[in-house]
């Protein structure tokens, strides 16, 4: 139950920008509970990759760049970015 997830109760609390990335159909993890959480991150952006399951990645990892790519460029090029230092 999403609800009595512990992470998820304070969600509300990070501020930085989130990607959530969800395989669908999912056996193991409903589209529903993406949804709720991307409902409660305050800077969130869900993207539903189909006919991917579980694991998106591991099965398809074009499918999985194809929204997160466009998604870091955005990051990088707003307002307010802030480059980390390189190790």
């Known amino acids: 139950?999403?609800?009595?997830?512990?992470?998820i109760l304070t969600?509300?609390?990070?501020?930085q920008p989130v990607l959530l990335i969800h395989g669908?159909?999912?056996?193991?993890?409903?589209?529903?509970h993406s949804e709720r959480l991307n409902e409660r991150l305050p800077n969130s952006r869900l993207e539903v990759?189909?006919?991917?399951?579980h694991?998106?990645?591991?099965?398809?990892?074009?499918?999985v760049l194809e929204p997160l790519?466009?998604?870091l460029e955005e990051l990088?090029?707003?307002?307010?970015?802030?480059?980390?230092?390189r190790p």
């Open 24 to 32: 669908r159909p999912d056996r193991f993890v409903p589209l529903d």
């Open 55 to 63: 694991i998106p990645l591991m099965l398809d990892r074009d499918a």
């Open 11 to 15: 969600a509300g609390e990070v501020t």
């Open 69 to 71: 790519m466009p998604w």
């Open 1 to 7: 139950d999403l609800d009595r997830a512990a992470p």
């Open 76 to 85: 990088r090029t707003s307002p307010g970015h802030v480059a980390l230092p």
């Open 49 to 53: 990759i189909e006919d991917r399951g």
